[in-house]
């Protein structure tokens, strides 16, 4: 009986997170995977559920990526979301993604999604510095059979959790695309990482919810597909609740 009761008083403690409001954040050109909409619904009706809170989704079609997730932000600050949650329309994603990223309490958290190409790449890095050298280097980071929660650079916006106050105290434009050395286009995700991390606020990586995300292509490319093509297995947690680590 009274483990029962110890049951029913820890349902009944609120969290710090528990009355948050979650802004998820969609930009798309025009149109949105199949699976991510099942996710998407099912997210939804889950952390309605199990928080007091309330989520709310927003979405701008167009072309420009940069353009839509600044939109996208202000729209969010402006109606009063405590966070926002960054859910790109290609991705699959756990039902409890919201109460997982929320828990941390971290200002920017998210996943190493893997690219949509064969072999699978991260999308997540760390930026070394070679000071004798005078040159910066982008370390890809490995989340494969990773569980613990990482400091890094940048990771994408694929799904990522960030807090209000990040976008208030950064400076805009919060999402751009920069030149950077040897032709290449620094990402506005990487951008928006690097900016905030200039305001103060670092960005976090948890593995162990990338084992369960999947990135949808030609078909739904994750950390199974890391190393080269291999048979692919539906990563089990996508759609389902993340199972928790001690």
Known sequence: MGKVHDKIKQKQQKTPWEDKKVAICIPSRGEMEIGTAFDLAVLCAYDARNRTGHQAVYTVAGTLIFDQREKLAAEAIKEGADYILWIDADMRFP????????????????????????PARPTAKNLEIDFEK??????????????????????????????REVFENTPRPWFWFEKIPGDKLLGEDVYFCIKAKDAGFDTYLDHHLSNAIGHV??????????????????????????????
Not at 96 to 118: C, S, Y
Request: proline share 7%; aromatic share 8%; net charge negative.
């Open 134 to 163: 005078k040159e910066n280097h982008w370390i890809p980071i490995v989340s494969k059979d990773k569980t613990h929660l990482e400091c890094v650079t940048a990771i994408g916006c694929g799904v990522m959790m960030v807090k």
């Open 217 to 246: 292509g030609s078909y739904t490319y994750s950390w199974n597909d890391y190393n080269g093509p291999s048979d692919f297995q539906r990563p089990p947690d996508i759609g389902s609740e993340l199972p928790r680590t001690e």
């Open 95 to 118: 039902k409890n993604t919201i109460e997982v990223l929320l828990a941390h309490d971290k200002p920017i958290v998210g996943v190493n999604a893997t690219t949509r190409t064969m």
